[in-house]
């Protein structure tokens, strides 16, 4: 889907900076950036990570609203604290950036891949397995475990940061949208949908964040699934087996969601353009194999 710049730039403006679009470039020029109050329309995460950055060695306050809340933004502050930055607030919509004269190196352990995480609970719950997760606190993965729960999985918090997920014989329909933290991210939708295929009864499938992000469905089916898309709306009906297929990678997500379908459907899977998956993923078939998964890379 489209990824524009231009909350982005104009948060910047509002510190000081100059900036011209020339040629297709965007050309910045600024001597310090200066504190401000900014407001962002939309909830962007990557928009909200940049104006902190710019905050933090900018003169004066700035007062950020309508921040993106997700854990990655608190992860990012923690670690620019620690270089000495000034930031209070991170988590919730109202971040305060007080500017610092300079920054300092500083040693810090990023945070767990949450999407990874509930990614390889989804390859236990599409299979009738269970798979446990470490090193991912459960509050990241708020809503996906909640609706986890709704397909009848069983969810246990074995301590603050391993998770186990047991499936059952089958799994049921439920109904998500997608939304910004603490919402379900759209970065799962994918991997819901191969996981609703399967599942007794019909599940809609509302996405509110890109507006292409569906190309996976017309690959599922590929493999027997039921899906029906009606622009942001996709109707998935459950069936009873899914059947191998070569398939076609459109996307990071998509090409998760692929697997997921793969590991469960009769017979083989192929997914080409492999090389998608490794954008959000380290060796993602060297884990899956370890979890007991038929999976080869034959080429990216």
């Not at 990012?76 to 620690?82: I, S």
């Not at 609970?121 to 599409?126: E, S």
């Not at 799962?188 to 499938?205: E, H, K, V, W």
Request: proline share 3%; with cysteine.
């Amino acid at each position: 889907g489209a990824r524009p710049v231009n909350l982005h730039l104009d948060a910047l403006k509002k510190m000081g900076a100059e900036i011209k679009v020339e040629e297709g470039y965007v050309v910045a020029k600024s001597k310090r950036l200066k504190g401000a109050e900014i407001l962002i329309e939309t909830v962007t995460v990557t928009g909200t990570e940049n104006v902190m950055m710019a905050a933090a060695l900018a003169q004066g306050t700035t007062v950020l609203k309508n921040a993106a809340r997700e854990p990655e933004i608190g992860d990012l502050a923690d670690y620019l604290n620690k270089m000495g930055a000034k930031i209070a607030g991170a988590g919730t919509d109202v971040i305060q950036i007080e500017g610092v004269e300079e920054l300092k190196p500083a040693q810090h352990a990023a945070i767990a891949d949450r999407i990874e995480a509930a990614t390889f609970l989804m390859a236990g719950a599409v299979t009738g397995g269970e798979v446990t997760v470490g090193n991912c606190p459960p509050d990241y993965l708020g809503e996906a475990l909640r609706l986890l729960r709704e397909t009848g999985c069983e969810i246990k918090i074995l301590d603050a940061h391993q998770i186990t997920l047991n499936a059952p014989r089958k799994l049921k329909s439920v109904n998500l949208t997608t939304a910004p933290f603490p919402g379900l991210a759209t970065d799962l939708q994918a991997q819901f949908m191969a996981l609703m295929t399967l599942a007794d009864g019909i599940s809609t499938i509302v996405e509110t964040i890109f507006e292409n992000r569906f190309q996976h469905a017309l690959e599922l089916n590929r493999l027997g699934a039921d899906i029906k898309l009606d622009g942001h709306r996709a109707v998935v009906r459950g069936v009873k087996k899914l059947s191998g297929a070569p398939l076609m990678a459109t996307d990071l997500r998509a090409s998760a969601s692929l697997i997921l379908a793969g590991l469960a459907a009769q017979g083989t899977t192929t997914v080409d353009r492999a090389y998608h998956i490794d954008r959000g993923y380290e060796r993602i078939e060297e884990k899956l194999e370890g979890l007991g998964a038929r999976i080869k890379r034959t080429r990216d």
